[in-house]
């Protein structure tokens, strides 16, 4: 880059006149106290996420300050700004509705903006894959910080954590097992602190992958929010983005087809979210790749799960910090990985494994010979009711469910489900297969979390822990059970699971990768004739008519159609 297009020279508003269109700009940020010798430096960008909504951000100010510090003792001027904070619970009706909306946000402002490089802070679910889609789309350098994982809680003895822990306790509460003076007790203990859910959830396996696929620091994935290793890290990163601007090395040359597969696997073998495939397959998408779900399956055969986290395994985010970060992970999985892949650093993956400290004995990852489960984490399943392909967490599904034919119980939306599933009149039993339906991208809208469908509160009691539950929605990362999601094409979308019926025999078989819809085929064309498409308040307008005018099914990320160039290659480009 030229000394022309460098620091605030560059991007000038037009005004018509370029040197004045300088004088004014530095006229007015000379208001903030700058000298010139600042101005004259190269000016690293600091995306600011903090909001009073977002404990997993609780620590963004004292981020920004040691990442402000790395990039002042590098000799650049750091200058932070803020973009949209999305945090999991507090955004209605879910925050994959705005993820898109974050993206365009931090696209947009770093393309509005001076600067030569951009760290990006981010840490709750959907702000990590927001802002790694932005900053590709805007290409120039940038390097990821996550805000890191909380500390554990305590209740009764118990170490517990968001939100694996919530679930499990709130389906304890359900169930009648705890009353309401221990739910109170424990609601004060699942959140203890800043920082991100601190078990395998949708944070955790987004900053891992992160990692993997080369946009953060090594070893930056897992120190906790509150430790003094996330502000060390945070002064390095700092660094890394003033190195990453004077090289001009940007996101279109690290997030590859090669370094997507690294993730891919990565993903595969933390037992990760099963939101992180749809995340991947956005930020591949605005990188021009198509993700093959296949082919990701087939990975899956080869690559078991051998992190001993919650919800597939037992332990905590911290736990694989002390355990030596994503590199334990790596190592023991290095057969499977592309190690030539270039990293913000700008050395290769490979030569980062090899730079980092010795491996040590430890209990959180397996080796590949003892796995926590004999496959990758996810498998992709197909069928007449899935012809695009569904998604289940067989790592953390119930063994004799995996091989199931069972009786549809089907609710219509939502709102149909929380209005009915607890009712004592429900026809239902344990061995039936609850269906949710018109929950997808365009459907609910915004694709909530609400394929973990609740257990009926009457088999609750009975004792029934899991069922088979299908639907075009998502689920928490931190969730477990026999749970098919992202059926692909969603109902609102004509896809086939809107025709589903109550007392249609459906049959799922994991190892096969079937789900089968056990209705003839003039009936099914019978219903397709009766479906009235959904319609939803204020669609004619604002950021809702936008995505669902625009929003993408789960196999292409649900991104935007008009944010994404035309496909140029798939990943994974290999079958591991």
């Known amino acids: 880059m030229s000394d022309e297009n460098r620091g605030l020279k560059q991007g000038l508003t037009s005004y018509g006149d370029a040197g004045f269109s300088l004088f004014l700009r530095k006229a007015f940020i000379k208001g903030m106290g700058y000298s010139d010798d600042a101005l004259e430096r190269p000016i ?45 619970s507090f955004s209605h ?19 509005a903006q001076p600067m030569d490089a951009v760290v990006l802070i981010g840490g709750c679910d959907k702000t990590v894959p927001a802002q790694l889609m932005g900053a590709l789309s805007a290409n120039i350098p940038a390097i990821q910080l996550v805000t890191g994982p909380m500390l554990t809680g305590s209740h009764r003895g118990e170490r517990v954590g968001a939100c694996t822990d919530c679930r499990r306790f709130w389906g304890r509460y359900r169930a009648d097992e705890i009353d309401d003076q221990e739910i109170a007790e424990v609601n004060n203990q699942l959140v203890p602190g800043a920082g991100t859910c601190g078990v395998m959830g949708t944070a955790s396996t987004m900053a891992l992958v992160t990692e993997a696929l080369g946009m953060m620091l090594p070893g930056g994935a897992t120190a906790p929010a509150v ?14 983005a003033v190195a990453m601007a004077r090289d001009d090395r940007k996101p279109s040359g690290i997030m590859t087809q090669h370094a997507f597969e690294n993730a891919l696997t990565v993903l595969l073998a933390t037992g990760g979210s099963t939101n992180g495939i749809v995340h991947l397959a956005a930020m591949a998408g605005r990188a021009g790749l198509s993700l093959d779900l296949d082919a990701f399956d087939r990975i899956g055969r080869k690559v078991p799960v051998l992190v001993d986290l919650k919800p597939s395994g037992q332990h905590y985010m911290q736990d694989l910090h002390n355990a030596g970060g994503l590199v334990t992970i790596l190592r023991a999985i290095r057969e499977h990985l592309h190690l030539d892949c270039v990293t913000v650093t700008g050395r290769t993956l490979g030569e980062e494994i090899d730079a980092a400290p010795a491996s040590f004995e430890q209990a959180i990852v397996a080796p590949v010979s003892a796995p926590i489960y004999p496959e990758g984490g996810m498998a ?69 979390e609400a394929g973990y469908m609740p257990i009926p509160r009457k088999l609750a009691r009975a004792g029934i822990k899991d069922m088979v539950r299908i639907s075009d929605a998502r689920m928490s990362g931190t969730a477990s059970g026999t749970i098919v999601l992202h059926v692909t094409p969603e109902a609102s979308d004509g896809g086939p699971l809107a025709l589903v019926r109550d007392g249609d025999m459906i049959e799922l078989d994991v190892a096969k990768r079937s789900l089968t819809l056990d209705v003839a085929e003039d009936e099914l064309e019978r219903r397709r004739g009766e479906i009235v498409p959904r319609q939803h308040a204020g669609s004619d307008r604002g950021h809702l008519k936008l995505f669902l005018d625009s929003v993408l099914q789960a196999d292409q990320g649900c991104d935007f159609n008009f944010l994404v160039p035309v496909a140029v290659g798939k990943v994974p480009v290999t079958e591991g």
């Open 93 to 111: 009706p879910t925050s994959m509705y705005l993820r898109n909306l974050m993206s365009m946000d931090t696209e947009e402002m770093i393309r």
């Open 44 to 88: 690293i960008g600091v995306v600011d996420t903090f909001s009073g909504y977002n404990a997993c951000h609780a620590n963004v100010p004292d981020l920004i300050e040691a990442v402000k510090r790395g990039v002042m003792l590098a000799g650049a001027l750091p200058v932070p700004f803020p973009t949209i904070s999305i945090h999991e």
């Open 227 to 240: 430790s003094s290793d996330r502000r060390r890290i945070a002064e390095a990163t700092g660094a890394c």
């Open 380 to 448: 992709v399943v197909r069928g007449n009711l899935a012809p695009g392909g569904a998604i289940v967490k067989q790592s953390a599904a119930s063994p004799d469910l995996m091989r199931h034919r069972g009786r549809a119980v089907v609710f219509t939306s939502v709102e149909d489900m929380a209005e009915r599933v607890d009712a004592s009149d429900l026809d239902v039993t344990g061995d039936d297969i609850l269906v949710l339906q018109n929950a997808g991208p365009k459907g609910a809208p915004g694709m909530p």
